[in-house]
């Protein structure tokens, strides 16, 4: 059975024929063949080049690139592209947290240099590690000066303090404690009401105990205590205060009977005795009989 289908199922030799000519038909002849072979591989290679060449155009320049680079560098923008008004605000913030880190930006470039000089800046520079009277050093007198012209609180109060009590310049350190208290110091305040209380006019002691009433109620007695004690460590005194008698009739009930001073600020009552009381704790401390 397998013969017989062999014998009936064989490819005639007519058949072939028939199947070699219509090849050559679609193809055509084989030497034409060849020749499309050869012209399909030419425009192939050519394809290929051309291919290769707008891939290189289209990342050198094409526009999808290029607003795709545009659009990133506007992620970014320079700093100096910035406002002034809030370069400013940037440094003087700088200026507030540390005058070491401020003094590194302020030499980093040109444009920084010129803005440092600002006056809010100026005014907002962090002195917390700066020498009171930075003796040996220029630079530090000559920064500390233009500070102080600037109206920083902080160094108005120092040069109030070293005025006053190391160089007994009195108009000079009333002038700069002034200033200091007006612009919200609460330690220029303190100082600046004791001094007045220790006058001999009765208006200037009715100033001195509205800053010392205007300092209680804002609970910065302790701080500006310590605060004095800090900066008249590191000063010559010169010219000490000497207090006036208490006028209240009632100063022996008001007393406190643990001694003078306390860190409560609210435990005297008497406006009269409150006042008194920071008198006596600030001639104590000038003199070196107290410290805090």
Known sequence: MHARFTKTFKVSPPLHFFLFSLSILISGSPKTKRRNQIKNFQNFSKLKKTRKGNKRSSCQGSPKVKKRRKSKTNLFPNIFSLPNELMTEVLARVAAYSFHDF?????????????????????????????????CSTKQSFFLEKCKRSGHPEALYREGVVEHFSFARVEEGLNCLNSAAKVGHLGASYVLGVILLCTEEPDQEQDGRRLLKLEKSKKGVRESRKKL???IRNIWLNNLLEGKPNCCPMRDQHRRRRGWPSDNEDDVDCEACGCDLEVIFVCNLLRGILTY
């Open 229 to 231: 004690n800090d900066t």
């Open 103 to 135: 003094f590194d930006v302020k030499l980093s470039c040109k444009v920084f240099h010129q803005i440092a000089d600002d006056k809010y800046i100026l005014q907002h520079v962090s002195l917390e590690k700066f020498p009171v009277t930075p003796w």
